[in-house]
C-alpha cells in the first residue's frame, strides 16, 4: 500500500525513544488526543511516545515490559510524496520513502493510494 503526502509533516521529537522485546520502561500517561499511545521513559532516560499495545501490562505509573521492537523515529515529509506503507497503527502510518529511510508519519498526512 502506498500514501501520497498531502501535508507537511515535520517530527517535534529529535531524540526518538528505542526500545527492545522484553525491556522495561516507565509508563506515563496515556494520549487523550491519540488513542493507543502511551507516554514512555526508556532505561535510558529518554521520554516518548509508544503503542500501548507493545507492552504486556500497560498501567499509567506502572512499569511494562515490551512484547516487540520498536522505534519512534518519525519521518519528515512534504506534499507530493509518495511512500510505501509497512502498517498502520493508532491512526500513524510506518513507511519507506525513497530513499529507503523509515519511519511514522501521521496517517492523516496523506492519502491511501492502494
Known amino acids: 500500500m502506498k500514501i501520497e503526502i ?5 517530527s517535534n521529537y ?5 526500545f527492545g522485546i ?3 520502561v516507565s509508563l506515563g500517561k496515556v494520549d487523550s488526543d491519540n488513542s493507543g ?21 500497560a498501567e499509567e505509573g506502572s512499569t511494562g515490559r515490551a512484547i516487540c521492537d520498536y522505534t519512534a523515529i ?3 515529509v512534504s506534499p507530493g510524496e509518495v511512500l510505501q506503507v509497512v502498517k498502520e ?3 500513524w502510518c510506518w513507511c519507506m520513502n ?9 496517517a492523516n498526512a496523506g492519502i491511501i493510494l492502494d
Not at 498531502?6 to 515535520?10: G, P, S
Not at 529529535?14 to 528505542?18: D, L, V
Open 74 to 76: 518519525e519521518l519528515d
Open 22 to 24: 522484553g525491556e522495561l
Open 89 to 91: 497503527l493508532s491512526d
Open 14 to 18: 529529535p531524540n526518538p525513544i528505542i
Open 37 to 57: 499511545w502511551i507516554r514512555v521513559t526508556t532505561k535510558d532516560g529518554n521520554e516518548g511516545w509508544a503503542p500501548i499495545d507493545y507492552f504486556e501490562s
Open 98 to 106: 525513497r530513499e529507503c529511510k523509515f519511519g511514522w508519519v501521521p
Open 6 to 10: 498531502l501535508k507537511e509533516h515535520k
